[in-house]
């Protein structure tokens, strides 16, 4: 049988094909909001939790001067803060929990302007994701007997907060975080085997499916027990022993970024935008000021061309 140029070139591609690496290709790509989000040279950040409470902050990657924009105080009083940062134009939507500490939670969908350093709460609720010029979240209604909201549904409105509209009740008991995908919406949720699922959801509120842990990429990584890679370009992100590593598909050279405790906990999470990542994780010190050996978390920017260089954004004692 006679075998064709074509043919060859068909077989050779293939076989390419087959070894090319499969999670730098992914076919879905996800993006979850967390505790920061990138315009330009610029990176936002805030973080909650083990004792931590920052304000909302900014700082140049190029410069690397730090700037707040605005605080986490509400009505004069400490806040849990702002999460699930999403920027469009001048302006940060965000979950923004108005009470302090194990008080409960009060969530609002939080607007900043970084310009004028201002926010504004546009209604209750958590976990935006901001699609287009919409702004798609989880509807909350504050429980006063258990001083904690309550999750009513997906839901719908523009950047300014207003037309808001139902797109589905809760497609889970439980939703642990909201995001993307193309132009379908994302939900975090377990299944019954206790493993951690992206289902895809239409603008609609209509369940696409469950995606593919070995054909799904995405940019945050915050929990150790997820299945799904963080990936960026050609090179896939990932926690070993308490070690934040970079594999890259090009060269197949793995390069270690930070370290942090091995334990499980080790690695909170982190997020890529492009060539920076902003990576929390704690460590175990002896803490001076309590004469003990405890947690002391880091908050780091760091750069991820040529060598990895590293830039502290917060220190801090957990729990403190």
């Known amino acids: 049988m006679k ?6 070139l068909a077989i050779m591609c293939l076989s390419l094909a087959a070894f090319a690496p499969g999670k730098a290709h992914a076919a879905n790509k996800v993006q979850i909001p967390d505790g920061a989000c990138r315009k330009g040279n610029d990176i936002y950040y805030s973080y909650s939790g083990s004792g931590l409470r920052m304000d909302l902050m900014k700082i140049n990657t190029k410069t690397h001067k730090k700037k707040m924009i605005v605080s986490n105080k509400y009505k004069g009083r400490t806040t849990n803060g702002f999460f699930d940062l999403n920027i469009k134009g001048n302006n940060i939507y965000a979950t923004y929990n108005i009470v302090d500490g194990s008080d409960g939670f009060n969530f609002y969908i939080c607007k900043i302007n970084v310009k004028k350093k201002t926010k504004k709460l546009l209604t209750k609720g958590h976990h935006p994701i901001v699609i287009g010029n919409k702004i798609y979240f989880v509807k909350t209604k504050y429980n006063k007997t258990f001083y904690q909201d309550q999750d009513k549904g997906i839901y719908v409105m523009n950047l300014s907060g207003k037309k808001i509209r139902k797109v589905c009740k809760m497609p889970s008991s439980y939703i642990s975080s909201l995001g993307s995908c193309g132009k379908s919406l994302v939900y975090e949720h377990t299944d ?4 951690r699922v992206y289902t895809r959801l ?3 509120g209509k369940r696409l499916g469950d995606l593919d842990p ?3 990429i995405t940019s945050t990584y915050t929990s150790a027990d997820s299945s799904y890679d963080c990936g960026v370009d050609n090179k896939s992100y990932y926690v070993t022993g308490g070690k934040v590593l970079c594999t ?3 060269t197949d050279k793995t ?6 405790d091995s334990d499980h906990y ?17 460590r175990q010190k002896y803490i001076k000021k309590y004469h003990y050996m405890g947690s002391k978390g880091y908050i780091y920017l760091i750069h991820l061309k040529k060598k990895p260089t590293k830039v502290l954004l917060k220190k ?3 729990g403190e």
């Open 192 to 195: 019954s085997n206790q493993e």
């Open 248 to 250: 890259d598909y090009d």
């Open 266 to 282: 080790g690695v909170q999470s982190f997020q890529v935008f492009g060539d920076v990542m902003v990576v929390r994780g704690h």
């Open 202 to 204: 239409s603008k609609q």
């Open 214 to 216: 070995n054909d799904t």
């Open 3 to 8: 075998i064709t140029k074509k043919a060859v």
């Open 255 to 260: 390069t270690t970024l930070v370290r942090y």
């Open 316 to 318: 801090y004692i957990c």
